[in-house]
C-alpha cells in the first residue's frame, strides 16, 4: 500500500508562516538579547551581589538555552522548507 503525499493550503500557509517568523527577526531578537545580557554580565559594566549572581548563576543557564533555541529554530524553519520542496516536487501539491 502506497503512502499518501499531499500539501495542503494550510501546510503551505504554516510553512510560510515558519519562515515568516524566522526571517522576521525572531532569531535577530534572540541574538540582541544574548548581546545585551552578555554586557551585563561585564562586571566592569554591571556588579554587586546580584550582578554577581547574575553573572555567575543566571547567565551561563539562559544564554545555553537561547543559543539551543535559536538552533532549533533554524532547524525547523530549514526541514520545514525542504519537506515542503520534496512533497510538492514529488507531485503533492504546488510549491
Not at 5 to 23: F, H, L
Not at 62 to 75: C, Y
Amino acid at each position: 500500500m502506497g503512502s499518501t503525499i499531499k500539501v495542503t493550503q494550510e501546510a503551505k500557509d504554516a510553512n510560510t508562516q515558519i519562515g515568516s517568523i524566522t526571517d522576521g527577526g525572531l532569531t535577530d531578537q534572540i541574538n540582541s538579547l544574548n548581546q545585551q545580557a552578555q554586557i551585563l554580565a561585564d562586571p566592569n559594566v554591571w556588579d554587586g551581589p546580584h550582578a554577581e549572581q547574575f553573572r555567575n548563576e543566571i547567565w551561563p543557564s539562559v544564554h545555553k538555552r537561547l543559543t539551543d533555541a535559536t538552533a532549533a529554530i533554524n532547524e525547523v524553519k530549514a526541514h520545514s522548507q525542504t519537506i515542503h520542496s520534496d512533497i510538492s516536487q514529488a507531485g503533492g501539491g504546488a510549491a
